[in-house]
């Protein structure tokens, strides 16, 4: 009988499911899974794409997604022995709390249907309810794209809601960051704010249709001209996109891989941030889980926050303590 593990390295779509579902309920199995598959990850390229709800985040995917599944493979570590060498690259799809679905266009309609049957060919697609983690959104996002890595897709892209801290964690665990911006909705002042600017790199202003594209791109713009590029460094291209009619998607892809070029000689570096990030998330994670389920009794950290609150107590001294204990 083969595990989990090995049905998802496998490809196995309905174990890749089982495994993200792990994730999503902090089981224990899932780590356990993660632990298990990690040596065999490292080929997938991650794009994240994130932006205020209802840009057209998904709209957007779903044509980035058609437009990828028609070119030629772009695994990183290419293995002769792998049949999909020459074949479209399978892709996997991440969508973290979505508020509306994906539209499911006629492509991934058909590559969704088809997985079922060829589990280990295709789109796969899905969802992660994450509504009410208190954190770790980006450690079962980066925990989920492993999984996906681990089953052989070479693309993973990651769509996130919002502009906000969580966003910016997850989209700090991708290989190539799009910020889709909208006009007329004062995203751009959010998105400064959420320092989501020095992140991006590749901006997308989706629904060009709609007045104020022109604004909006200007004012990107103008954002990106505050900071002096140099002759070498990546400068964030503004895509104005179309994403109902697929207007601009070509380039947007175009723009990936010209960052991933680009980015070549800085991946090694970008990796090990992400490694050393991943690292001291999982640590604090483990160390706070300790501390609560192993040092504390039960409604004891409760308690401390609420004199924290009260300020009948500092939070370094706190700290101090409670680091103490876990020590003693
Ligand atoms: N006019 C116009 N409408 C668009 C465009 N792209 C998407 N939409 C529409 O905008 C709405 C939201 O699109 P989604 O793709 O679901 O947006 P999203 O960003 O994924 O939304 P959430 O995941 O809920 O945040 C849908 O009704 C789309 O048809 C566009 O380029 N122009
Ligand atoms: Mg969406």
Redesign the pocket.
Known sequence: MSTLADRILAGDAKAIARGISLIEDEDPAGAELVRAIFGRTGGAYLIGVT????????????RLVAIIRSERSHRRHDDASSPSRESAPSVGVI?VD??????GGAVLGDRLRMQAHAADEGVFIRSMATRGHLGGLARATGDAALLLDAAGKEIIVI?T??VGQDEVDIIRTADVSIV?L?PGTGDEVQALKAGIMEIADIFVV?????EGAERLVSAVEANLALHLYGPAEWRPPIVK?????G?GVRDVVDAIWRFRDHAERTQAARTRARSEYRLRELVAHQFMDHLEHRVLAPGELTAVVDRIAERSLDPYTAARELVRRCLS
């Open positions: 932006g205020p709800p209802g840009a057209g985040k998904s709209t957007l995917v779903d969508a979505p508020t509306s679905p994906f539209t769509e809601v919002g889709t909208v989706n629904k060009a249709d709609r996109t179309t994403a109902t009619t207007q």
